[in-house]
């Protein structure tokens, strides 16, 4: 038998158990009650209001009065009123439901779940506005980013698809050197955007717009230009027209 029945048949047990238990305790306060009963008593005439909340009437108090009395004050043997006990019959059903449903059958949400779910829902929330958002970017509207989270978004974007060609430090590779001021395709945000969204095919750069979205474009573009005058060791022969 695997855990999982196992559990299902432990809590099983226990509802059912729970169950005849209650029925038992009820059936032996009936038939107590009826044991009880006077049969010479007058037959009980009050309202279903007062039988539900175990009120007696003043004029019936001594029937319930205690023996013992402390310092002149009577006691009244006044008993668990029903609607209270009919409220803490409902308060175990409803746990064994709960139980059975949250965390045996595992159908509801509770609380680690429901945050899960919550945060899975806005991270894809998120990431459609994001693409939404990322299309509306285009070389005629792109303008550099000087935000400390595009930049550093944008050094992440280099970092993984820029360096082969061009150097950790924008020395240049294989491809030129862009720290110095010779450009061969133009210093501009918009040249950069254009370049890196169609590529150089015939240099070997290729089209990023298939594995980069427009807004990825635009950081990687703005970090580029902060690498303008930067100097590294090891920079690469200019190439190009000097753009001051």
């Known amino acids: ?17 729970g169950i ?32 539900f909340t175990g009120l007696k009437p003043l004029e019936k108090e001594r029937e319930i009065m205690m023996d013992h009395t402390h310092d002149g004050i009577e006691e009244l043997d006044n008993p668990t009123p029903p609607w209270f006990m009919y409220l803490f019959y409902s308060t ?13 059958y595992q159908d509801g949400d509770i609380q680690v779940t429901e945050y899960k779910t919550d945060m899975a829902a806005a991270e ?3 990431e459609v506005y ?16 000087t935000s400390v989270k595009d930049l550093t978004e944008g050094s992440q974007v280099y970092m993984t698809n820029c360096v082969a ?12 050197n862009l720290t110095d001021k010779f ?7 918009k040249d950069l955007f254009r370049t890196i969204t169609q590529g150089v095919p015939e240099k070997g750069m290729i089209a990023w717009n298939k594995t980069l979205n427009p807004l990825q474009i635009q950081k990687v573009a703005s970090y580029i230009l902060t690498l303008q005058g930067t100097n590294p060791p090891m920079g690469k022969e200019p190439q190009g027209v000097e753009i001051p």
Not at 26 to 47: F, G, I, M, V, Y
Not at 130 to 145: D, G, L, R
Request: charged fraction near 15%; include cysteine.
């Open 130 to 145: 994001m693409k939404k958002f990322a299309n509306s970017v285009n070389e005629n509207n792109v303008s550099a980013s």
């Open 183 to 189: 450009w061969i395709h133009g210093a501009g945000i």
């Open 20 to 51: 005849v238990i209650l029925i038992v305790t009820l059936q032996l306060r009936t038939l107590l009650h009826q044991l009880s009963k006077d049969p010479n008593a007058p037959e009980d005439n009050s309202s279903w209001w007062s039988r």
């Open 1 to 17: 038998m695997s855990e999982y029945l196992l559990e299902i048949w432990l809590v099983s047990t226990i509802v059912m158990m």
């Open 92 to 104: 175990i059903v409803f746990g064994l439901i709960y139980g059975f449903y949250y965390h045996v």
């Open 165 to 176: 060609c061009h150097g950790d430090k924008g020395q240049g590779g294989v491809g030129p």
């Open 124 to 126: 894809k929330a998120k």
